[in-house]
């Protein structure tokens, strides 16, 4: 038509924006089309939206179990090639070493725990009291006693699960069993010795709660037939992850007689898997979003289809073929970005509210999810990290405008001609 100018062909102009949003606005006739749109909208918001949850919740579990095995157990632990009886020297040249916070001299042994009402096994950790008040992932979770004057009260803390197995409560008394007892001509005779119950702890990790018991360090190496030595010393460092500088800085000022293992010689198998599995389900999740964005593509493919018409007139009218693939490339783009924004607005509520989801879900279908006896954790984590976050989003992103080119690539080579012959 003579005279008439054509529309802007200026890189995503303004008309570009609004023949795309249109095109995503089907009428009655193309509602077909607007399903498979929809259907890839909500295959994006759920796949994005369940990465962000599954990750941040495996986050979560990872770092649940790290600071509370950590919390109990030192970042070092510090061994004797013989009897361990210089412990209390060797403790206070650790705790000359820079970034080394606490040195504990600690009593281990196994014993039968048990009352009239019941009995389990326990692991015995002798500890002074200062010492255990040191350790906060204890002292701040005492619910029922006190741990002020443990050493003189000669009782013994336990974790709440034990506590239920036993049927006890602060000031009820506990008999100890243990083979390592006094030795006599016939042999070592088990010792067997009643403790009342100071304090009651629950560290928030079900092994943990149900296995551990602690005693005052004096009355440990006497019970475990040990009066001038400790089983270990155990180090607690002011961050964790120095621990490979600072070994062989603990091993040197602890002297020839001493060796060291560390939190991650102990743990290996155990984080490794973890992290195997995280980026396991990381791979599969992603999938999720993949087929998604493969929905774009064929939800396109029919827009193309349908649109051959308005495509032809388009190109008739000026539009160039950079043009034409845009006004495609910001409708598939549109369905993945608002899908990805979506799926992480999702994913960011879940992961807020995700322990008051699990008590619903339980109550809703009567059943115990996530049972503390098989993950150790008496409530379901999850810690969102922002660089994972964001590279969730950003491949979403990607994923979803690489799946917009082919299409918009097909629909601007499309020949005018061909596309009205038959009109």
Known sequence: MEGASAPSTRAFAPFEWLVALRYLRARRKEGFISVIAGFSFIGIMLGVATLIIVMAVMNGFRQE??????????????????????????????????????????????????????STGALVRGLREQDLKNLRAISRKVHFGTLNGFDKIRGIAIGSRMANTLNVKVGDSVSILTPRGASTPLGTAPRIKRYPVAAIFEL??????????????NEAQNYFNQPDSVTVLEVVLKSPDEVADLAPKILEAGGPSIYVTDWRQRNATFFSALQVERNVMFLILTLIVLVAALNIISGLKMLVKDKARDIAILRTMGQTRGSVMRIFLIAGATIGVTGTLAGLALGVLVCLNI???????????????????????????????????VSVVIMALTLSVLASVYPAWRASRLDPVEALRYE
């Open 65 to 118: 179990l790290f600071d509370k095995m950590l919390g109990l157990n030192g970042h070092v632990v510090v061994h004797s090639v013989g009897q361990f009886t210089d412990y209390d020297e060797v403790a206070e040249r650790v705790r000359g070493v820079p970034d080394v916070k606490y040195a504990l001299p600690l009593v281990e042994g196994q014993v039968l725990a048990s009352t009239p009402l019941g």
């Open 204 to 217: 928030g990790m079900s092994e943990y709660d149900a296995s551990i018991m602690f005693m005052p360090l």
């Open 355 to 389: 322990d008051h989801i699990r008590w619903f879900m339980s109550w809703l279908t009567d059943t115990e999810l996530f049972p503390a006896e098989l993950y150790y954790l008496s409530e379901l984590p999850a810690k969102m990290d922002v660089r994972e976050t």
